[in-house]
């Protein structure tokens, strides 16, 4: 009750956002609410969803996602439209209220959809490629649940196949293969092109695009050369630290005392 009277008192001063982030983990609260999105989930939050913290001096709440099966249907839904009072859309509303939030938004979107993300699809080559899983991770990530559970479909479509269509019950050679080729052919290529342009809609993206880093993440260091560069188009310069810090400072978006103004490849020595 105090989480939810602090939202509903006005989330656009960092002082009463910040007195929100003391109860509620707002970045995992971010990744909960895009993979929901993402998904396209139909059946929620109107119910279907769970917060959870532990009772201890400090601990904030995090959503989890719970029975989630209506997703991955139509590539163009939408639910961001979803408002539910007493329910995560109407935290998800009123935070958006603040600057400081929508920006930490977008940078969890970045991080995500960037390439090395985990919903990453190259838009020069969408399409799901076991050769290269690189180009369609999200798909890579569901292929590799699937590879689990394949031998279970079986037994599942035993179980419910001929209860849900007793003429000509499901089967997993039949119909969860063809669900599963147009999942992989059509939903995955497409899906996070869609959610960029649903959440730019909601000016949730700035107008614009983060630089570029090359690699994206992952080599192995120290010995790597980083580089970065604005999307064609883009003008300005780049500012960055490396001490892990921001460097636009938290509140005004003024540049850091530590921040250096890119002109060239970074040695990571560690």
Not at 48 to 66: C, E, I, T
């Amino acid at each position: 009750r105090t989480m939810r009277d602090l939202a509903r008192a006005g989330l656009a001063s960092n002082a009463q956002y910040e007195a929100l982030g003391a109860y509620l983990d707002i970045p995992s609260f971010i990744d909960y609410m895009i993979i929901n999105y993402y998904a396209g989930n139909e059946d929620w939050d109107h119910h279907n969803w769970y917060a959870l913290r532990r009772r201890v001096p400090g601990g904030r709440f995090r959503f989890v996602s719970w029975d989630a099966e209506h997703v991955l249907e139509g590539v163009t839904r939408n639910v961001t439209g979803v408002q539910n009072l007493e329910s995560p859309t109407e935290y998800f509303g009123r935070l958006r209220e603040n600057a400081e939030f929508r920006l930490l938004f977008a940078d969890h979107m970045n991080r995500h959809f960037s390439p090395g993300g985990a919903l990453h699809v190259d838009p020069a080559a969408p399409a799901w490629d076991p050769a290269h899983p690189e180009r369609n991770v999200p798909a890579a990530r569901y292929m590799d649940r699937i590879r689990e559970i394949d031998p279970a479909i079986i037994g599942e479509s035993a179980r419910w196949g001929d209860v849900r269509r007793p003429a000509q019950p499901y089967t997993r050679d039949l119909d969860w293969a063809a669900e599963l080729s147009r999942i992989l052919g059509s939903w995955f290529p497409q899906r996070s092109n869609v959610v960029l342009g649903q959440f730019r809609a909601l000016g949730l993206l700035p107008a614009l695009d983060a630089p570029v880093l090359s690699p994206p993440g992952g080599d192995v260091v120290p010995g790597l050369v980083l580089t970065l560069s604005l999307p064609a188009g883009t003008p300005g310069s780049i500012l960055y630290t490396l001490d892990g810090t921001d460097p636009r400072e938290y509140g005004t978006g003024a540049v850091t005392a530590t921040a250096s103004t890119y002109s060239g490849p970074i040695a990571i020595t560690g």
